[in-house]
């Protein structure tokens, strides 16, 4: 891929037209690194690096990633951040196995976010799965894309690790996930036993919460995270945490 | 206060001077108002406005909170977000009760944040001690000002109603609350029974985490949010969130 090329991954339309995106900055560069080692895709990545990280990257760089080197100028344009980090990746989307989604139900269960929005709150929302793992996350039409730098950035490195799927109908899960629980204001408080039985876990929009209808029609079990206090609601990806780290306790 | 002073309030130099924050937005001044009903202070928030927004003010301001009418360029420049509200409000700072403060350990347990720098983090940290109430939140000095208008963005209302203080140092922390524990990477599982033992919980920065040597003075225990999965730490905001949910659980 050419410098030219990789400033237009900045925009989701020409990252999905290119099948890249962007990695910014030293630590997750890191942990890229560090991920190609089991992940073949990874070892595709293309640095791009300013004249003084040449000697950083011949450090770090066992996989033999492809380099090139690029004035300040040109990395200012190409990098999200306003502080250019000096060191950027073009690294191709994960491969989107068919067989292995499939299977994937026997050995993990699935967080469904429908229509999440906050690029902060699915990074977030990554990186706790990352902790934890056993996991897959599924996205509905509408969400914010998971490759977007700030999700990238928030995810701390989980976005190399953490299985995920984009624009999955809600209607199309339980084939895979038959029991489906939903978290929402009214539902069983999140500590009984019975939390643990099902498969996927579905969660709100950040402003609109939960499609009820279509979650009445799948049968889904709500619970609540019970509160006592004096404020409306959780942030999302609190919500969302606090639930893996319930299952995963 | 004038129009011309509010809009210094984006600076915390300013908004300790002037002993006020700024809240922007329908959603928060209406949070403002139901809070200022049983926080008298609350109740000397003064309302900027512009034109539009006259007919709601009339609707919603039940307990007569000040209301000047300013033009939408003066609304631009007082408003932190790029897309100006239309409605903002200059509010009194909680006041600072020193024997509120010292009473405090009888009733309520504490999370301390040791120069937590996000104003995301701290704003989601609020939201959810308001969620399950019961905590009081100290923040060491060098810490991000609660007061920052994305601060109180974030915290969607909790900063009308979680007690907090800003500068307490380390310390002076056990004379009020005896037992401390602590999150570190290496510790005790958060789900032992022994977790629910303590009067304060310290958590440190984003970066460089909890400070171990102060830490051992006070003969903090140490507990540890057990993860399995391929990530190097999780999200500040998340681990005080996660530990909040199982002191509430």
Redesign the interface.
Same mark, same amino acid.
């Given at each position: 891929m050419k410098a030219d090329d990789v400033k237009k991954l900045q925009q989701r339309k020409y990252r999905e037209q290119l099948g890249h995106y962007l990695v910014e900055g030293e630590h997750l560069i890191l942990?890229l690194m560090k991920?190609a080692i089991f992940q073949p895709h990874l070892a595709n990545a293309q640095l791009f690096i300013t004249e003084n990280y040449a000697d950083w990257v011949h450090q770090h760089n066992k996989l033999k990633l492809r380099v090139t080197i690029i004035g300040h100028k040109a990395m200012s344009q190409i990098a999200d951040t306003q502080t250019p980090p000096g060191i950027i990746a073009a690294v191709p989307f994960a491969p989107v196995n068919g067989k292995e989604a499939a299977h994937a139900a026997h050995s993990e269960r699935a967080i469904y976010l429908h229509e999440i929005q906050d690029p902060?709150n699915l990074g977030?929302i990554l990186?706790?799965?990352?902790?934890?793992?056993?996991f897959r996350c599924l996205l509905s039409p509408g969400s914010v894309d998971p490759y977007n730098p700030k999700v990238v950035r928030?995810s701390? +490195? #989980?976005i190399?690790?953490v299985p995920f799927e984009q624009n999955v109908p809600l209607d199309t899960v339980q084939e895979r996930y038959p029991r489906i629980a939903c978290l929402d204001m009214q539902g069983k408080a999140?500590?009984e036993n019975s939390f643990h039985n099902y498969d996927c876990y579905v969660f709100g929009n950040e402003a609109r919460g939960v499609p009820r209808e279509q979650l009445d029609e799948l049968n889904a079990t709500a619970f609540t995270?019970t509160?006592? +206090? #004096?404020?409306?609601?959780?942030?999302l990806?609190?919500a969302v945490?606090?639930c893996i780290?319930?299952l995963?306790?």
């Amino acid at each position: 891929m050419k410098a030219d090329d990789v400033k237009k991954l900045q925009q989701r339309k020409y990252r999905e037209q290119l099948g890249h995106y962007l990695v910014e900055g030293e630590h997750l560069i890191l942990e890229l690194m560090k991920a190609a080692i089991f992940q073949p895709h990874l070892a595709n990545a293309q640095l791009f690096i300013t004249e003084n990280y040449a000697d950083w990257v011949h450090q770090h760089n066992k996989l033999k990633l492809r380099v090139t080197i690029i004035g300040h100028k040109a990395m200012s344009q190409i990098a999200d951040t306003q502080t250019p980090p000096g060191i950027i990746a073009a690294v191709p989307f994960a491969p989107v196995n068919g067989k292995e989604a499939a299977h994937a139900a026997h050995s993990e269960r699935a967080i469904y976010l429908h229509e999440i929005q906050d690029p902060g709150n699915l990074g977030t929302i990554l990186r706790t799965l990352g902790w934890f793992g056993g996991f897959r996350c599924l996205l509905s039409p509408g969400s914010v894309d998971p490759y977007n730098p700030k999700v990238v950035r928030a995810s701390m +490195g #989980a976005i190399f690790h953490v299985p995920f799927e984009q624009n999955v109908p809600l209607d199309t899960v339980q084939e895979r996930y038959p029991r489906i629980a939903c978290l929402d204001m009214q539902g069983k408080a999140l500590r009984e036993n019975s939390f643990h039985n099902y498969d996927c876990y579905v969660f709100g929009n950040e402003a609109r919460g939960v499609p009820r209808e279509q979650l009445d029609e799948l049968n889904a079990t709500a619970f609540t995270i019970t509160g006592g +206090g #004096a404020i409306e609601s959780l942030n999302l990806a609190t919500a969302v945490n606090i639930c893996i780290y319930e299952l995963r306790r």
